[in-house]
């Protein structure tokens, strides 16, 4: 499966902006999709994801502030980001596995998207 993430920008704080992840193929429904961000001189950290079965896990960073939903028709998985922090600044990147895990390590996941950079400005 390929990945395309979009929908990053400049935002200031407290203000909103929705990513999108597209993948190609016919079985996306099948795959665990997660979101991931790397700030920079930083670490790639787990922001949120999202099962094949529906079911999400957040990081507490980010819980209460983000949702991530999938639509399968359109082969898609959103990241809703709203109250945004300039500590969320970072390049944020999808991913993908295949099954009904659970995960919030990188290392679980084949399949990444080329990212797309959050910039939130105080």
């Known amino acids: 499966v390929q990945l395309q993430a979009s929908g990053g920008g400049l935002v200031q704080a407290g203000g909103s902006l929705r990513l999108s992840c597209v993948a190609s193929g016919r079985t996306f429904s099948s795959y665990g999709v997660g979101w991931f961000r790397q700030a920079l001189g930083k670490e790639r950290e787990f922001v949120a994801t999202?099962?094949?079965?529906?079911?999400?896990t957040y990081s507490d960073s980010v819980k209460g502030r983000f949702t991530i939903s999938r639509d399968n028709a359109k082969n898609t998985v959103y990241l809703q980001m709203n109250t945004l922090k300039p500590e969320d600044t970072a390049v944020y990147y999808c991913?993908?596995?295949w099954g009904n895990g659970n995960f919030i390590i990188a290392a679980k996941y084949d399949y990444w998207g080329q990212g797309t950079q959050v910039t939130v400005s105080s």
């Open positions: 991913a993908a596995f």
């Open positions: 999202i099962r094949r079965s529906g079911g999400y």
